[in-house]
């Protein structure tokens, strides 16, 4: 069965400061990879996600994330930090069903950037 | 959370009372989705549906029922709540089953406490 593992609970990073917030995964066949953003309050919003082809996703908000196959990862980054990027990030992955793909999310991580 | 709404926003019941959340969509999907979202497990599919009066189990499943009379509206139902049922529930949507270029979309979420 597909997974993925969020190792972080917490990431801090001051804003200006390059942000990564990481994510691996476990899967047969190709993965379909997903990041997902959730504000306070609200429910979760699509940031990007890997299909195939160039290993470096972008996304909205400025959001990137580099899909690594050697080790794995799917690592969501972001060259500088805003505070307005606080929030909770989920890492998804696709799995594989016939006629009952599903999206299985990670526990996430929480992203707390300081002015 | 464009064109999905869930009610009641929050709830507050007692165990042993039955509870049904309703989550309506004006985008005319055909896929819905209800996860429910605790701390350390991230978020897990509970029931979901891929079409009227097409549904199906999702992980946790076990003291939940669904019912979905039309395209828009898909309800969820305790019926016996127990206090491991309380959560913040999201519904979903999407036009395709989950897959390479499939997002899903998300209400604002239900926070239910059984006390």
């Known amino acids: 069965a597909q997974s993925v593992a969020q190792p972080e609970d917490q990431v801090n990073v001051a804003e200006g400061n390059p942000l990564t917030v990481k994510c691996t995964y476990s899967v047969s066949g190709n993965p379909y990879l997903f990041w997902y953003v959730q504000y306070p309050n609200r429910g979760l919003q699509f940031l990007l996600k890997?299909?195939?082809?160039?290993?470096l996703v972008k996304g909205s908000y400025g959001f990137e994330a580099e899909f690594n196959k050697s080790q794995t990862s799917f690592h969501l980054k972001k060259p500088s930090a805003l505070v307005s990027d606080s929030a909770l990030y989920f890492c998804?992955?696709?799995?594989?069903?016939?006629?009952?793909?599903?999206?299985?999310f990670g526990t996430g991580t929480l992203l707390a950037v300081q002015p | 959370d464009a064109g999905i709404t869930q009610s009641p926003r929050h709830k507050v019941t007692e165990t042993g009372t039955p509870v049904t959340l309703r989550c309506h969509q004006t985008e005319n999907h055909r896929y819905m989705y209800w996860y429910r979202q605790d701390p350390g497990h991230g978020l897990r599919l509970i029931h979901y549906s891929y079409g009227v009066k097409d549904t199906d189990k999702g992980e946790v499943s076990d003291g939940y029922s669904v019912s979905r009379s039309k395209t828009e509206d898909f309800l969820l139902t305790l019926e016996s709540a127990t206090s491991s049922q309380t959560s913040v529930y999201f519904c979903a949507i999407s036009e395709r089953l989950a897959g390479a270029d499939n997002e899903q979309f998300f209400g604002p979420g239900t926070r239910l406490t059984v006390l």
């Open positions: 998804a992955v696709v799995n594989y069903g016939g006629a009952t793909n599903k999206l299985i």
């Open positions: 890997y299909i195939t082809g160039d290993n």
